[in-house]
């Protein structure tokens, strides 16, 4: 339906002509048996030359790339909410498939598998998450004569499950860690059987993943709210609320194994990444290798995993999750039976491309290389790059990228992405943005790589985690390598400080940004009027026998501050803030799509980027990113006067999954009003102050906007008063 654009097509060529690079400076000299496209051929006789990827965004455009370099058509399905994506305009062909619910579109096998018989694809690729681990979809597929790119329905459901996984893993000799992973489902023994491992304790959804339907329990006092939030949140996620329990280790790491099988019974590992730094039981930076992970380890850990997709006849790609103590013991946790968020820091470590390996074991390749063969040259740091405010306990959010720029692709620097400038965060779908990948020759020098890429990466239109990423990425403990899953909360006040002023150089580059930006806008108006002596084509500031001195204020954060800004006759500014006078010139200049600001304050120059959008002033440096504040007058605000006296209000726009009160209820500061189900996540509405509920003002299964009263509290006397 969508044809390749021109911009689709360099897109292509780049990524193939870094590949090609990557791999001559990585892989030792070695022959590939190259062949046309008949040298896809699977075992029936029937071979791949058009792939549909049943996923959007990243990982579908993902995947286009390789299949492009592979002379193999791609197929894309999309959303109504996606009909303008990415990927959909990446692709050769583009068949839309229903409206934006995950469930009516993305998740529907019967509208997928119609779409392959339509397009006449070969095989699809099911990417990670929606139907990518889904045992049934592969199934399907196997009966209407479609290739899977994955392993065969059986490992997916013996994975899947993981109290089935865990037997089979300890069968095998890989080491389990002690849980319950019984049939009983009844409250009563799984809490019995927490009791009896010993708290702290995790619940897991027994068919989880990518962190939904895990909880960490404490208590036995926090047990059954726990176990009810991980049950429902299974069930919306993956249809099935039974669940396991098991020992959870302190301040573990999560190091996992990137495995890949074939039809030949042939098994090989690419490494491992540790993925320790989370939030929300969610991955934020990967690398790989692990820092200070011993040979032998590494070795043990490698085994370990093929041993693992061995004892399952694993094909295609897959990863062994491990924890890992201080002691760099390691006990099987899970293994996701697809390709994860992550393989881009692996196939940087090895040279590879993983999804080529994909789609040649689909079509009954051997594994390209045997253990030997797979190098590990330097290190690889991947930062997820999501819509989300990190000092609101990192709460997804949806809305406009209305700046996007991004730094430099080259042949360690890649940008994962699947949205430009101009599109728009989904609140029907996950909050990432991107992932920015880094290569360089050691540990230490890919992280001064990966620091001054994020301060490259700039956008405006909604929180992100970016600066975040540069805080946590600087961490002298995360530069030791001294990294595990309670990281984030550890270093909590050092990575999520509170707000500081900013600095008065800030300030007065925000100033001249603003002065110098009205300044071109009349230039650009005196060439319009072609009266270069008019008027109101002036905005020198120039006044006679004297200097013109402007009164200007700016927001920062929610204080006003006062620029008194005098027009020097050579050009340049005075600038009092306080009682301090700074003395600035500077000009603005472009670069591609990027106005950038030059500013000299008090003889030091910088350079910053400059983005001024409605009534907010953007400044991207080295230094990071500043937003400073344009006061709208009086006259043009509007403020709401209609109030619901403190009532709990929608973080974001979502569908109200649960109520667990109603009118006339008396509830205390932080008990449990709500649950909203909003971007793939469970988000629980407390209650902002004690007091009784006058009004619910949604029932379940009802969708709320961002910022919407959720419920109403009676107007006590003191609000009374204070409001006469």
């Not at 990948?437 to 929180?463: E, F, P």
């Not at 950038?596 to 304050?601: G, T």
């Not at 909203?676 to 509920?693: F, L, Q, R």
Request: charged letters at 25%.
């Amino acid at each position: 339906m969508a044809a390749v654009s021109a911009v689709s097509v360099l897109l292509v060529a780049a990524e193939r002509s870094r590949w090609h690079c990557l791999r001559s400076l990585l892989l030792p000299p070695r022959k590939w048996n190259w062949k046309p496209r008949a040298m896809y051929a699977t075992s029936t006789g029937q071979s791949i030359t058009k792939v549909l990827i049943a996923n959007r965004g990243e990982i579908a455009c993902r995947v286009m790339r390789t299949a492009k370099k592979m002379d193999v058509r791609s197929v894309a399905v999309y959303s109504e909410a996606d009909r303008h994506s990415m990927h959909v305009a990446m692709a050769d062909e583009a068949y839309c498939i229903g409206p934006a619910p995950s469930q009516q579109s993305y998740l529907s096998m019967e509208k997928i598998i119609q779409v392959a018989k339509i397009s006449g694809s070969q095989a699809i690729h099911p990417g990670y998450g929606f139907l990518s681990e889904n045992m049934e979809f592969a199934e399907l597929c196997k009966q209407e004569g479609i290739i899977f790119i994955g392993p065969p329905s059986s490992a997916i459901r013996d994975m899947g499950i993981k109290s089935t996984s865990k037997s089979i893993m300890a069968a095998a000799g890989v080491p389990v860690v002690e849980g319950y992973h019984g049939e009983d489902q009844s409250d009563q023994c799984l809490k019995e059987q927490a009791g009896r491992i010993g708290y702290p304790v995790m619940i897991k959804a027994v068919r989880g993943g990518g962190g939904k339907g895990m909880r960490i329990v404490r208590s036995e006092k926090e047990f059954q709210e726990q176990l009810e939030s991980a049950r429902r949140e299974a069930k919306k996620s993956f249809n099935d609320d039974a669940m396991l329990i098991e020992k959870f280790v302190d301040t573990p790491r999560h190091v996992e194994v990137q495995i890949f099988g074939d039809h030949h019974g042939n098994a090989v590992y690419l490494f491992e990444r540790d993925c320790s730094v989370q939030r929300r039981h969610q991955k934020i930076i990967e690398e790989a290798p692990a820092p200070g992970i011993k040979p032998e380890v590494r070795k043990k850990l490698g085994e370990a995993a093929v041993k693992a997709a061995k004892a399952v006849n694993y094909v295609g790609a897959g990863t062994v999750e491990f924890i890992m103590d201080s002691q760099h013991n390691f006990y099987f946790m899970e293994m996701n039976t697809r390709l994860q968020v992550e393989h881009p820091v692996t196939e940087m470590i090895t040279g590879t491309d993983l999804v080529e390996w994909q789609l040649r074991i689909a079509a009954g390749e051997k594994v390209p290389l045997s253990q030997e063969e797979i190098p590990l040259q330097g290190h690889a740091f991947e930062a997820r790059i999501y819509a989300e405010d990190p000092n609101n306990n990192f709460m997804p959010g949806a809305g406009p990228l209305v700046h996007l720029s991004t730094p430099r692709a080259d042949l360690s620097t890649r940008i994962e992405t699947g949205v430009r400038q101009g599109d728009e965060v989904s609140v029907h779908y996950d909050p990432m943005i991107a992932k920015l990948v880094i290569w360089a020759a050691d540990r230490q020098a890919a992280l001064k790589k990966l620091r001054y890429s994020l301060r490259q990466y700039n956008i405006v239109g909604l929180s992100t985690n970016i600066d975040f990423l540069l805080r946590l990425s600087g961490h002298p403990e995360f530069e030791a390598g001294n990294v595990h899953t309670d990281f984030i909360p550890q270093h909590h006040k050092d990575l999520l400080p509170e707000r500081r002023a900013a600095t008065k150089v800030y300030l007065c580059q925000a100033a001249l940004g603003l002065i110098l930006q009205e300044k071109a806008v009349t230039e650009a108006f005196k060439l319009q009027r072609q009266d270069q002596f008019s008027p109101f084509s002036l905005s020198s500031g120039r006044r006679l026998n004297m200097c013109y001195t402007r009164n200007m204020t700016f927001k920062d954060g929610t204080k006003n501050v006062a620029i008194a800004v005098t027009y020097n006759h050579d050009g340049s500014y005075t600038m009092q803030i306080e009682d301090k006078t700074f003395q600035v010139l500077g000009d603005l200049y472009s670069e591609g799509d990027c106005t950038y600001l030059k500013c000299s304050v008090d003889g030091v120059v910088t350079k910053s980027k400059l983005i001024i959008l409605k009534n907010t002033i953007y400044l991207f440096s080295m230094e990071g990113s500043t937003e400073i504040g344009i006061p709208v007058p009086k006259y043009l605000s509007s403020v709401s006067s209609e109030g619901t006296h403190g009532g709990a209000t929608a973080p974001m726009t979502g569908t109200i999954e649960k109520v667990f009160v109603k009118a006339g209820d008396k509830v205390k500061a932080g008990d449990s009003l709500m649950v909203m189900i909003a971007m793939k996540m469970e988000h629980t509405i407390k209650a902002p102050k004690d007091g009784t509920i006058k009004k619910v003002l949604y029932r379940e299964g009802s969708q709320a906007n961002r910022h919407a009263s959720l419920v109403e509290f009676e107007e006590e006397e003191s609000d009374k008063s204070e409001s006469e």
